[in-house]
């Protein structure tokens, strides 16, 4: 079945790094995103990472990826104050069972940055 | 500007009354979806649209119905809106293949409150 898990809490003090952490089971998904969730806004796509990859770097943003563990992780270096949000980790199943038009949501990580 | 625009914004209503919320893109993508995000859920497709006169439930499909008549509008309709319908829904258009596979656009969201 799908599913997608993700701690709901996370706070760290501006500057430091932070890391989002969530879980996995359709080991068939396509596409993995983090999207952002800032607050009274839509979701954003922030990143993606496509499933034959182990890491992407995107200025402050790395996405690692374990196939193995079905982890997917999302590094902020330099946390700062606008980073505070919430942010959802999404998984694409295949096509062929109707990937192209849907995403499996995790809960959302709400991260609180402090000074 | 491309974008996702949903109406209203904020609703309050009460059990039966029938209502509508509407969904409009201006980037001619052909699929469209609504969500609806609760608290420790995350985000759960309603149903989607991948064309014209083409609709398809999602996973929580109970008490919506959907219809796509042109391109650009989706609308979901609740004929009987009940409490458990109160949360927070979004409007998401995408095209698939073009830029990354399957990003999704997201509209601000609709807060509708069911009394």
């Known amino acids: 079945g799908e599913d997608v898990e993700q701690s709901l809490f996370l706070s760290v003090r501006e500057g430091d790094s932070s890391v989002i952490n969530c879980t996995y089971t359709d080991s068939s998904s396509t596409y993995l995103y983090w999207y952002k969730q800032e607050p009274g806004a839509g979701l954003q796509l922030l990143t993606y990472?496509?499933?034959?990859?182990d890491m992407k770097q995107d200025q402050r943003l790395t996405v690692l990826l374990n196939k193995k563990d079905k982890h997917l992780s999302l590094r902020i270096a330099d946390t700062q104050t606008g980073d505070s949000a919430i942010y959802f980790c999404?998984?694409?199943?295949?096509?062929?069972?109707?990937?192209?038009?849907?995403?499996?949501f995790g809960a959302g990580t709400r991260l609180a940055v402090h000074p | 500007e491309a974008q996702v625009t949903q109406n209203p914004r904020y609703l309050i209503t009460v059990t039966g009354k029938k209502l509508t919320v509407t969904c409009s893109q201006n980037?001619?993508?052909?699929?469209m979806s609504w969500y609806r995000q609760d608290p420790g859920l995350g985000l759960r497709q309603i149903y989607y649209?991948?064309?014209?006169?083409?609709?398809d439930k999602g996973d929580v499909p109970e008490g919506y119905k959907v219809s796509r008549k042109e391109k650009r509008n989706f609308p979901l309709i609740l004929e009987s809106p009940s409490p458990n319908q109160t949360s927070l829904y979004f409007c998401a258009t995408n095209t698939p293949g073009t830029g990354v596979s399957n990003e999704q656009f997201f509209g601000p969201g609709t807060r509708l409150t069911v009394l």
């Open positions: 649209s991948m064309n014209v006169e083409v609709t």
């Open positions: 980037m001619n993508h052909e699929y």
């Open positions: 999404a998984e694409t199943p295949p096509p062929f069972s109707g990937g192209y038009n849907k995403l499996i």
């Open positions: 990472i496509f499933s034959n990859m």
